[in-house]
C-alpha cells in the first residue's frame, strides 16, 4: 500500500493494464494498449469526500458501480492496475536530513518520528511511502506521504473486488510531475476544485510540497498562497522561481495566466501532455502515462 516509492520503482517495470485516477468528480481510466484508451467516468455527487481526516467513501455502492464502469465490467487479463489518489487524502512534505540510516526499517522510523507532529492523524498507524533525493553536502531531503490505513484501503477495496491489483499507488500531483520540466527551479500549481497542491521542484529535487483546502478556487484565494510560497522560495532557496506550472484552472487559465505573470514577475506556463489537456481530474493519469512512454 506504498504511495511514492513503488511508483519510482515500477515505471521501470511493464506497464499495468490499466490505470485510474480517483477524484471527487469522477474516475479517469486509461486501457493501456498499443493505442492507449482514455475514458471519464463521472461520479454521483456525494459519493467522494477527499479527506486525510475522514472516511472519503461515502458511497460505497455507487463507488464500486463507477469502477466496474471504469473497467468495462470485468476486470483486465493482467491483474495489475496503477491507482492515482486525490492529493488531499494525503499529507505530504519533504523532510531534510544531514544524514539518513541504510536500513529500511530504521530509515521508516526515523521519518514517521520526524513527521508524526506535523500530520493531523497517527503516523505510527498511517501507510506511509518515502523516497530519499540528494541535497548537497551529503544531505537528503526526503518527500514522504502518509494517510491513514482505512482510507487508502477503501479506495482499493472497489478494484480488489473486481479482481485487480493496485500494484502501484500514487497521488495526483506526483505523478503528474513527469508532465513538468526538470530544469532550472519551478513550482507546480495544481488546482482540484477547492484544493491547491504546490510543489516547488529545484531540476529534479523536490523542495516543497503543499496541499491546501481554501475557501474558494478563486484566482484571489490561490493568489494569497502563491505570493508567500515565492517569499519562502526566495529565502530558503537562495534564488526566484524560474517558471510557474498550472494545471486544473480551466476556463480562467488564460487569466490565471496573465495575472500571475504580472504579480510574480515569472514566466507562467500550462502543464501539459502530448495525450490531451492535463486538468483538474487527469493530469495525474496523463503524467503517468507519459512515464510510461519515457521509460519502457
Do not use: W
Not at 469522477?26 to 492507449?36: C, M
Not at 464502469?69 to 492515482?84: E, M, N, Q, R, Y
Not at 512534505?93 to 514517521?112: C, G, I, N, Y
Not at 481554501?214 to 532557496?237: H, I, K, Q, R, W
Request: charged letters at 25%; a negative charge; one cysteine or more.
Amino acid at each position: 500500500m506504498a504511495l511514492l516509492d513503488t511508483f519510482k520503482s515500477l515505471l521501470h517495470e511493464p506497464p499495468p493494464a490499466m490505470a485510474f485516477e480517483i477524484s471527487e468528480a469522477g474516475i479517469a481510466a486509461a486501457r493501456i494498449v498499443s493505442h492507449t484508451e482514455l475514458e471519464f467516468h463521472p461520479l454521483k455527487p456525494g459519493t467522494l469526500s477527499v479527506s486525510p481526516l475522514k472516511e472519503n467513501v461515502a458511497d460505497p455502492d455507487e463507488f464500486m458501480k463507477a469502477v466496474r464502469h471504469a473497467t468495462g465490467g470485468h476486470a483486465p487479463k493482467k491483474k495489475d492496475v496503477a491507482l492515482i489518489l486525490p492529493d488531499y487524502c494525503t499529507r505530504m512534505t519533504v523532510v531534510d536530513f544531514d544524514s539518513f540510516p541504510s536500513d529500511a526499517k530504521e530509515q521508516a522510523s526515523l521519518v514517521r518520528f520526524r513527521v508524526k507532529r506535523s500530520v493531523p492523524f497517527d503516523a505510527d498507524t498511517a501507510a506511509m511511502s518515502y523516497f530519499a533525493q540528494p541535497a548537497g553536502d551529503k544531505k537528503l531531503d526526503v518527500v514522504v506521504a502518509l494517510a491513514p490505513l482505512e482510507i487508502v484501503a477503501r479506495y482499493e477495496a472497489p478494484f480488489r473486488t473486481a479482481g485487480m491489483n493496485p500494484g502501484l499507488v500514487t497521488t495526483s500531483s506526483m505523478a503528474a510531475l513527469e508532465l513538468a520540466p526538470e530544469a532550472g527551479l519551478s513550482v507546480l500549481a495544481k488546482l482540484t476544485g477547492h484544493t491547491l497542491t504546490v510543489v516547488v521542484r529545484q531540476k529534479q529535487v523536490i523542495k516543497l510540497v503543499r496541499c491546501l483546502e481554501m475557501p474558494s478556487g478563486e484566482l484571489d484565494d490561490v493568489a494569497a498562497v502563491l505570493l508567500p510560497t515565492f517569499v519562502y522560495v526566495e529565502d530558503n532557496l537562495g534564488g526566484v522561481p524560474e517558471k510557474l506550472l498550472l494545471c486544473g484552472f480551466g476556463a480562467r487559465s488564460e487569466e490565471a495566466q496573465a495575472r500571475f505573470r504580472e504579480e510574480l514577475g515569472v514566466e507562467v506556463e500550462h502543464l501539459r501532455s502530448p495525450l490531451g489537456v492535463p486538468g483538474e481530474n487527469n493530469a495525474g493519469l496523463l503524467g503517468y502515462l507519459r512515464s510510461i512512454a519515457k521509460n519502457n
